[in-house]
């Protein structure tokens, strides 16, 4: 009875180690496997016929600049150095048009490319069929510059509208993860490695956690083993990638007298008067862009930001501390809600 009862128990151990195995061979080959085609909405803005500049709108924008001046000074990035420098080849530069602009990825980046496609002469046909390679289709049409070059058609006359759209760091960096991590990530197959490789310990945890420790499973790291990574890379002076490096390091505002400092968070009123005073609202049709697929970033923003421990997170808000003070950020709920971790 005794040896009938042990290996019945063996058997059910074995058993239910053999379909654990099987769960994370399942799991590893799912994620090691390219993901879907990313699923992207393209929504139609519609254009007023006629649209005036309120005075609401431009005082906003000059308190922008003037702040942005203010702090330039302060902290003196107005000064060109080995760090920091203007990185031309980032530029999309519409000579047509009149039009100079710095992309901030992960900053209404894919709306603006598509406007600037048009600008070149593709159809929406055309930006459709290839809705995922919108940045190799603008550099066809638009060479990146060289700083030369940058700098003469900046110092035209007229000069033209030049602008940036800047957004809150810690949730555009959410963005990131989600769209370049958890979705599209085929191209980063290598850096995912890293990232769960290095601290096993930030990985998942909860009842699916044991999956972290089986080593065929390639998975796709937590937002936390993404944070750390990139805080390792920052303390050592290594180059970010261009969806999570500040913007104030990618587009240097203050070393470029931007005509328009836009905000995601005011876009709307911010885009119409990039439209309209560079006198392109007949030729582009503005669409927004989303490859999220779970629902807006904002309001996911705190599940995954407030999973980080408070060391994280001011080391975090260190990294994009010009960020934060150039376009005036509010940091606080993210530093309340890890203030105990």
């Known amino acids: 009875m005794v040896l009938r009862r042990y290996l019945c128990g063996r058997r059910l151990c074995l058993e239910g180690l053999t379909w654990m195995v099987f769960l994370s061979l399942c799991v590893a080959v799912y994620y090691s496997l390219d993901p879907p085609d990313v699923r992207t909405s393209v929504e139609e803005v519609t254009l007023p016929a006629r649209w005036m500049l309120s005075d609401q709108l431009t005082q906003r924008l000059?308190?922008?600049?003037?702040?942005?001046?203010?702090?330039?000074k302060k902290y003196g990035l107005d000064v060109s150095t080995p760090v920091n420098h203007i990185w031309s080849a980032g530029f999309v530069v519409s000579r047509e048009h009149s039009l100079v602009w710095c992309p901030v990825y992960k900053a209404a980046s894919s709306t603006w490319l598509w406007n600037f496609n048009l600008l070149a002469g593709y159809t929406?046909?055309?930006?459709?069929?290839?809705?995922?390679?919108?940045?190799?289709?603008?550099?066809?049409?638009?060479?990146?510059?060289?700083?030369a070059e940058l700098k003469s058609v900046l110092a035209g006359s007229p000069p033209p509208l030049s602008f940036m759209i800047a957004r809150h760091p810690l949730l555009r960096l959410?963005?990131?993860?989600?769209?370049?991590?958890?979705?599209?990530?085929?191209?980063?197959?290598?850096?995912?490695?890293?990232?769960?490789?290095?601290?096993?310990?930030?990985?998942?945890?909860?009842?699916?956690?044991?999956?972290?420790?089986?080593?065929?499973?390639?998975g796709i790291p937590t937002f936390r083993q993404f944070v750390q990574y990139l805080l390792e890379r920052y303390a050592k002076h290594l180059p970010l990638n261009e969806h999570w490096i500040p913007a104030t390091s990618y587009c240097t505002p203050c070393l470029i007298n931007y005509t328009v400092l836009a905000k995601v968070e005011?876009?709307?009123?911010?885009?119409?008067?990039?439209?309209?005073?560079?006198?392109?609202?007949?030729?582009?049709?503005?669409?927004?862009?989303?490859?999220s697929q779970d629902g807006a970033t904002s309001d996911?923003?705190?599940?995954?930001?407030?999973?980080?421990?408070?060391?994280?997170?001011?080391?975090?808000?260190?990294?994009?501390?010009?960020?934060?003070?150039?376009f005036e950020y509010d940091i606080q709920r993210y530093l309340d809600c890890t203030a105990n971790k």
């Open 124 to 147: 929406q046909a055309d930006l459709l069929d290839n809705i995922h390679r919108p940045l190799p289709m603008a550099r066809e049409k638009y060479p990146s510059p060289s700083l």
């Open 300 to 326: 996911l923003a705190d599940h995954y930001l407030c999973q980080l421990s408070h060391d994280q997170m001011t080391k975090l808000i260190d990294l994009y501390k010009y960020d934060i003070l150039l």
């Open 174 to 218: 959410v963005s990131a993860y989600r769209n370049k991590l958890l979705v599209d990530r085929k191209n980063y197959r290598q850096t995912v490695r890293t990232m769960k490789s290095r601290h096993p310990e930030l990985g998942a945890t909860g009842p699916w956690g044991w999956l972290e420790s089986l080593p065929l499973h390639i």
């Open 266 to 291: 005011t876009l709307e009123e911010d885009a119409k008067y990039i439209i309209f005073t560079s006198g392109i609202q007949g030729i582009v049709a503005p669409r927004v862009i989303n490859r």
């Open 62 to 72: 000059d308190h922008r600049r003037h702040h942005l001046q203010k702090m330039c």
